[in-house]
């Protein structure tokens, strides 16, 4: 097999609020693989830390402002990196936001707000790049799912529905634009030490593990929680030439969770 076929030279890969955690990771992986990164962030304050955590490991990224749930906005912004950086062969939907609040608590402008960013933003990023992906001849569309894709637990009811949602936009982006040579699959982290899920690894005050930690690792056949760089491989693999005829696939990278009933008390 030609070991080029995992290479992202050449390529221009979008990768949404990615000035850290997951698309952090996952782009600069790209970036190793020989891609031209292009990141956004809500803040610019963010988006220049970005660029400048970037800069530290070595990648010239292009960094913008924009707010992934405003069609104006996310079109002004492939505009302008098709003009200044090129085509956006790659698109990594990876902006994303949690609630956690128990459906019956939780207001319905809270649960709006989840299904914006974490639904509407990647169905509107992806019908910003699909039509210079169709003229250029193909292109990829990796979506961040979530084992929440599969599962639900209490106080994540819009979150789940989203993710779930998105599991199924994927899968539709594939079938409706897979003629075109434009592969769309998912990528469904399990838990991952990232921001996101810091207030559920606190130390308790008594210096314990909190609840939900000891719950995890219980969950987890690999006994441990997600590195970001876990899914760096994964991406890269979902980005490059290797995956041309993988097309409506989330590829699951939880460490086992989704296969596991869970070690015993
Ligand atoms: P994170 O640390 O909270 O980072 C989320 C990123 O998205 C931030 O850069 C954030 O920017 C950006 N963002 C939020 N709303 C945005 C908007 N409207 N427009 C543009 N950017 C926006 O989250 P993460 O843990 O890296 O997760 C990244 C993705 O993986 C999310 O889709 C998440 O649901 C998914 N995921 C995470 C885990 C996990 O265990 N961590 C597991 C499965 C799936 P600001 O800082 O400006 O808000
Ligand atoms: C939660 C967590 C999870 C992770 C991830 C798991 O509160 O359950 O935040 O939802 O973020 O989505 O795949």
Redesign the pocket.
Same mark, same amino acid.
């Given at each position: 097999m030609d070991m080029n076929a995992f290479s992202l030279k050449g390529k221009v890969a979008l990768v !949404?609020? &990615?000035?850290?955690? $997951?698309?952090?990771?996952i782009a600069s992986a790209m970036a190793d693989a020989g891609a031209t990164i292009v990141f /956004?962030?809500?803040?610019q304050e963010?988006v220049d830390k970005?660029v400048a955590a970037y800069k530290e490991v070595g990648i010239e990224a292009h960094g913008y402002v924009?707010?992934? !749930?405003?069609e104006d906005a996310v079109n002004e912004l492939v505009a302008k990196v098709e003009q200044e950086v090129g085509v956006i062969d790659i698109l990594v /939907? /990876? &902006?994303?936001? $949690?609630k956690r609040i128990p459906m019956l608590e939780m207001s319905a402008k809270d649960f709006r707000q989840v299904i914006?960013?974490?639904l509407n &933003?990647p169905f509107i990023v992806a019908k910003a790049v699909i039509p210079s992906m169709i003229k250029k001849g193909g292109g990829k569309i990796i979506n @961040?799912?979530?084992?929440?894709s599969e599962l639900g637990r209490e106080t994540v009811s819009a979150?789940a529905a989203?993710?779930g949602g998105l599991k199924m936009l994927t899968k539709n982006i594939a079938s409706e634009y897979g003629q075109y040579n434009i592969q769309c699959n998912g @990528?469904?982290?399990?838990?991952?030490? !990232?921001?996101? !899920?810091a207030p559920l690894r606190e130390i308790q005050p008594d210096g314990s593990k909190h609840p939900f930690d000891q719950f995890i690792l219980a969950k987890t056949p690999a006994n441990r929680?997600?590195e970001?760089s876990d899914l760096s491989g994964p991406a890269v693999f979902l980005a490059s030439s290797a995956s041309d005829f993988v097309n409506g696939h989330i590829l699951y990278v939880d460490g086992g969770i989704l296969a596991y009933i869970g070690k015993q008390p």
């Open positions: !949404t609020g &990615a000035s850290y955690g $997951i698309g952090f990771a /956004n962030d809500i803040k963010l970005g924009c707010d992934v !749930t405003s /939907n /990876n &902006a994303g936001i $949690i914006d960013v974490d &933003a @961040i799912c979530s084992m929440m979150y989203a993710k @990528i469904g982290p399990g838990y991952i030490a !990232t921001p996101q !899920t929680w997600g970001a």
